[in-house]
């Protein structure tokens, strides 16, 4: 049986944590397969968007930890092969399409990490959230120290990253870090009813979008704004661009290409 299970629907990349008798507990190898995927979803001109889901009641209950041991004793961040896309987006190539996710039950330490490094995020009402690291003997290391308090608030972030306290579904999205609670089996459903509507608008303005948002973050100003500009033109230029203007103006909804 495949820890994670990785699938094409049309446009959308399914990639599913398979490991629901051990609460989908992260492993080394699960890992390396989900950086696979993501490496997919970038070269894939057939694919749009990616979502990320795990089998059972739970997301995951965290990490397999006494496998990572050499990972996080290394002093380097997590490496993968030339073909594969770091799912916490610390290093190297990042996912250049949108990744959607939906969670349910226990969302644990590398869980909320993955999360912060999607674009969309649904969520069960019964999600919850917890970083135990600091109850475990060290901190997180997937990215939540740089995401988290940028998410949900300084006081906010360190209440749950000091503590090691679990946090609701509704603190969740009171706080922003998720877009939509929906009813326990439901999460997939909205999580696919996302991702569709990301594949039916134009692929270039979509990665490119996400490109600017991106750049909007780790850039000033003036480069972001410069940097945007730059992108637009090839952008303008694409076939899709003319769709757009064309379905506009014949009143029809838009075939776009990514061309």
């Not at 690291?133 to 608030?153: H, K, N, Q, S």
Request: glycine share 10%.
């Amino acid at each position: 049986m495949d820890l994670v299970h990785v699938v094409a629907d049309g446009p959308l990349l399914l990639i599913k944590l398979n490991r629901p008798g051990k609460l989908n507990a992260l492993t080394p190898q699960m890992y390396h397969v989900i950086g696979k995927a993501l490496w997919r979803l970038n070269r894939d001109a057939q694919l749009r968007v990616a979502v990320l889901h795990g089998e059972g009641p739970h997301f995951t209950a965290g990490l397999e930890l006494d496998l990572w041991a050499d990972a996080f004793t290394s002093g380097t961040p997590f490496a993968g092969a030339d073909d594969e896309i770091d799912l916490f987006g610390l290093t190297g190539e990042r996912h250049a399409k949108p990744l959607v996710i939906a969670v349910q039950g226990y969302c644990f330490t590398w869980g909320v990490e993955a999360l912060l490094n999607t674009e969309i995020r649904i969520a069960a009402r019964d999600t919850q959230f917890q970083m135990l690291e600091v109850r475990r003997g060290i901190y997180p290391c997937g990215g939540a120290t740089l995401r988290l308090p940028r998410e949900v608030g300084w006081g906010n972030a360190h209440r749950v990253l000091l503590t090691g306290d679990r946090w609701s579904a509704e603190e969740a999205h009171r706080w922003g870090m998720v877009q939509e609670l929906v009813e326990p089996g439901a999460q997939l459903a909205k999580a696919l009813e996302c991702a569709r509507a990301v594949a039916a608008a134009a692929p270039l303005g979509v990665q490119g979008c996400l490109k600017a948002t991106r750049t909007g973050l780790g850039a000033d100003h003036d480069a972001a704004v410069g940097q945007m500009f730059r992108d637009l033109v090839p952008v303008m230029k694409s076939a899709d661009a003319a769709e757009g203007v064309r379905s506009f103006l014949e009143r029809r909804p838009a075939n776009f290409t990514g061309r």
